[in-house]
């Protein structure tokens, strides 16, 4: 092995590039001419390549790569039998049985839209900002706040907590115009335990697909003004998301596009769905994005592991719950928590 690249300076994050490059299996010649057209002199660049594409280490994590490119290679073939044989659109289904959804979704980690389910819940009616302020005005929430000062507001969660009066929060959401710099979500859960309890009367579980013994600690808020925005993310548990008030535009993609997402630390991904760089995520063109308007009243079956990016259209009111009836803690095996 040629160890004169090691005397020659190459900055660590492009030695990096290199070898994250090299285990993506690009051929050499392309490397290097991006190192040239960087500023790096081409005698430079070619043995900083070539050295590493012969260093022991990059030897060994080749192995893991090609483990992974066979893992990749199956999601592939999922995805072409969902394209060839499944739904371009997300089902909308009233009247769905238990061991319908169970079955036909549940188990086949196919999301769907359930239009009768919640549409009668008092809440679709009642939680108009004067009621919420009757109900429970004077009590102090959490919500996440200066998210706009933060492109990564969504991974950085901690600093952007805030605690304010219930009743202003309200007024905020629904008077002063689109924002994504304050919105209730479920981070915040934990503390705004006592609204929930007081506005709990309003919801009603769906039994048929639910555990109501384990309900009111596995159900959450997100109240926002128009514009809010939650990125490109999966969750790690198969959620319901009932919209009670406003609109929003939900943006899904299946988990057998899973080496397509750039995704980079825990469950976020780089790309901004709605603003794709082409240069920079080329293999985001492969994935099929299904678009859907969740209405007041509907009812969304998100299963486990799909991306999806949440933007309001309207002043929103969600309420999520993870309370399903038989295993729903896939935490429990999930470590890649940090920079994948």
């Known amino acids: 092995m040629d160890t ?40 430079l660049a070619r043995l900083e390549v070539e050295s590493a594409a012969r260093h022991p280490y990059i030897e ?31 089902e909308r289904r009233a009247d769905l049985s238990s061991q319908s959804f169970h079955s036909d979704y549940c188990a ?19 939680w108009t900002p004067d ?30 907590r805030q605690t304010c009066q219930f009743g202003e929060f309200v007024h905020q959401v629904f008077f002063e115009g689109t924002s994504n710099d304050y919105y209730m979500t ?38 926002g003004p128009t514009g809010t925005v939650t990125p490109l993310h999966h969750d790690l548990t198969n959620n319901f998301m009932a919209q009670v008030v406003g609109r929003k535009r939900i943006r899904m993609i299946s988990p057998a596009h899973q080496p397509y997402v750039y995704n980079h630390r825990h469950c976020f991904s780089k790309v901004d769905i709605d603003n794709v760089d082409e240069r920079e995520f ?33 002043t929103s009111i969600t309420v999520t719950f993870t309370n399903f009836r038989g295993t729903n803690q896939f935490s429990e095996s999930y470590s890649t928590y940090e920079e994948i």
């Open 4 to 43: 004169r690249a090691d005397r020659l300076f190459v900055p660590a994050d492009w030695k990096r590039w290199i070898a994250e490059n090299i285990l993506k299996g690009q051929h050499l010649d392309e490397l290097t001419q991006i190192l040239v057209k960087q500023g790096f002199r081409e005698e």
């Open 108 to 126: 086949l980690n196919r999301p769907i839209v359930l239009t009768n389910v919640v549409a009668d819940w008092p809440a679709i009616t009642r």
């Open 186 to 223: 479920a981070a915040n859960a934990t503390a705004n335990g006592n609204i929930l309890r007081t506005l709990w009367d309003d919801i009603q579980m769906p039994e048929a697909y639910t555990d109501l013994n384990d309900a009111r600690d596995r159900t959450f808020l997100w109240i």
């Open 282 to 314: 080329p293999l985001f063109s492969r994935v099929h994005i299904y678009d859907l308007i969740l209405n007041p009243g509907e009812l969304l079956f998100l299963p486990v592991g799909w991306w999806h990016q949440v933007v309001a259209l309207d």
């Open 131 to 160: 009621y919420l302020r009757d109900r429970c005005g004077n009590e102090s929430v959490e919500i996440q706040a200066r998210r706009e000062s933060n492109e990564s507001y969504e991974i950085d969660k901690e600093p952007h």
């Open 60 to 90: 060994a994590a080749q192995s893991q790569a090609r483990q992974i490119k066979k893992r990749d290679w199956l999601l592939h073939t999922q995805q072409v039998m969902e394209t060839e044989h499944g739904s371009a659109e997300v």
